[in-house]
């Protein structure tokens, strides 16, 4: 092989090698939940008790301490037939964030007992489950 045709070969190798690397870079960025593994982030459920839609805000405080604000369209168990907004802090342990807050009803209605809600998150698939809520499985918006 002439010095020429060995030096083109060497280049289209690079060349090759360079784009199997970037290829497997983009599957394995593509492969990871789309919130990059944090439980940070806004999310969406359907109270399985009463059919209404939830949206769930978390958000990194410092360290492992977050705010929650949970918001509820129809809070039937708190507050009748108005909706609701839960404002909370809590810590994250081990992907299980207990958050303590309190209630206070569209209505103006404000709920005396502090209510505290355990949200465990699921980096596998991006999802969050609650133990207020029934079954309901938290989606990232």
Known sequence: MSRK?????????????????????LA???SRPSGGGSIAGT??????GDQSRMT????????????VILED??????CGTAAATVTS???LTNDRLVASGTV???DGKRVE?????????????????????????????
Do not use: H
């Not at 999310?43 to 399985?48: G, N, Q």
């Not at 949200?119 to 207020?132: C, L, N, R």
């Open 73 to 78: 369209s129809l809070a039937s168990g708190v």
């Open 89 to 91: 802090t809590g810590n």
């Open 104 to 106: 206070i009803c569209a």
């Open 43 to 48: 999310w969406s459920a359907i109270d399985t």
């Open 28 to 30: 394995y960025l593509d």
């Open 113 to 141: 007992q502090p209510v505290t809600i355990t949200y465990t998150y699921f980096p596998e698939s991006d999802s969050i489950t609650d133990d207020a809520s029934g079954a309901a499985k938290w989606i990232r918006d």
């Open 56 to 67: 769930l805000r978390v958000n990194l405080l410092g360290g492992s301490t977050y705010q």
């Open 5 to 25: 045709t060995m030096t083109v070969v060497a280049i289209i190798s690079a060349a090759g090698t360079a784009l199997a690397a970037v290829v497997a870079l």
